[in-house]
């Protein structure tokens, strides 16, 4: 899997990939899923959308994710969602997420990388989704790089989504765009 860690880092790293992976086949889902654990995390993304496409019978072409940040924290969530799943593990970097004001602000100081709270990645059709609302179109990157090889899907091996973040009513998306904010699903070290 793609992974700029070094050697130490990155067989700490394999290890709790396996661990989520074995938790998951020996008892049940868990209730929170590490995105960072799947070398294809949109494999997981897109078995999500099929489920809800199957038990609403809709074409899965039809659906996209809504993003509700989880306002407690990834080891706080117990139950594992009726729709849709928890993600955790995403890092934010180029800006932070304030969890008092539920938006993106810029970042502190000295802090380049923030850890995001949970996700709840939420199925809905996309006739539904607000369109007008303040919201930044994030992407999530597998690495820093933020690049990879064209892959036959259009987008680069290392793009995993677009993820919808509210953010301050002062910026626009232009402004978060020049800051290079993104959301990455592993750290370098």
Wanted: charged letters at 20%.
């Amino acid at each position: 899997y793609p992974s700029l860690k070094p050697l130490g880092s990155w067989m700490g790293d394999l290890v709790e990939r396996c661990s989520q992976m074995r938790g998951w086949v020996e008892d049940a889902m868990p209730p929170t899923m590490w995105l960072g654990g799947f070398t294809y995390p949109t494999s997981l993304l897109t078995a999500v959308l099929q489920v809800k496409a199957r038990k609403d019978t809709v074409a899965i072409n039809k659906l996209t994710y809504t993003f509700p940040i989880v306002d407690r924290p990834a080891n706080g969530i117990k139950a594992a969602p009726e729709d849709g799943v928890f993600v955790r593990g995403l890092f934010l970097e180029g800006a932070r997420w304030d969890t008092a004001a539920a938006e993106l602000r810029d970042s502190l100081p000295k802090v380049l990388y923030q850890q995001m709270p949970a996700i709840h990645m939420i199925p809905a059709k996309m006739s539904d989704i607000d369109d007008k609302a303040h919201i930044y179109d994030c992407p999530v990157y597998k690495t820093s790089e933020r690049r990879g090889m064209l892959s036959t899907t259009g987008h680069s091996t290392n793009f995993v989504m677009m993820c919808r973040v509210p953010m301050a009513a002062e910026h626009t998306e232009k402004y978060w765009v020049k800051a290079g904010v993104a959301m990455l699903t592993q750290l370098d070290a």
